[in-house]
Nanobody
Framework: QVQLVESGGGSVQAGGSLRLSCAVSGDTYTSNFIVWFRQVPGEEREGVAGINRWGGRTYYGDSVKGRFTISQEFAKNTVYLQMDRLKPEDTAMYYC??????????????????WGQGTQVTVSA
């Protein structure tokens, strides 16, 4: 079992920044790969960034490359999503999800069993 708890969401103006946190606990073998997803009502969840916790390698969706940075503080079992130059279209509920390992389709919602409860990010124009 893996538990994921997100925090750090809020409201910000366009061009601003936010940092989300995902606290990870439980089975380390099934939480080696952590991904941040986002979802707006009526749409599927979109994978925005992923990190391999043991190797540190990172992956990004095209819509956030160059603006978002995923990182971790291994000793604190926490994964972060630093979001800079935010746009109104970044408004969504943000979730972290866990799996045992990286796969080429890391950005697909259906790959993940373990999810956090989400944190809302709202970007105003």
């Amino acid at each position: 079992q893996v538990q994921l708890v997100e925090s750090g969401g809020g409201s910000v103006q366009a061009g601003g920044s936010l940092r989300l946190s995902c606290a990870v606990s439980g089975d380390t073998y099934t939480s080696n790969f952590i991904v941040w997803f986002r979802q707006v009502p009526g749409e599927e969840r979109e994978g925005v960034a992923g990190i391999n916790r043991w190797g540190g390698r990172t992956y990004y969706g095209d819509s956030v490359k160059g603006r978002f940075t995923i990182s971790q503080e291994f000793a604190k079992n926490t994964v972060y999503l630093q979001m800079d130059r935010l746009k109104p279209e970044d408004t969504a509920m943000y979730y972290c999800a866990a799996s045992g390992s990286y796969r080429f389709d890391w950005f697909l919602e259906r790959r993940y069993v373990y999810w956090g409860q989400g944190t809302q990010v709202t970007v105003s124009a």
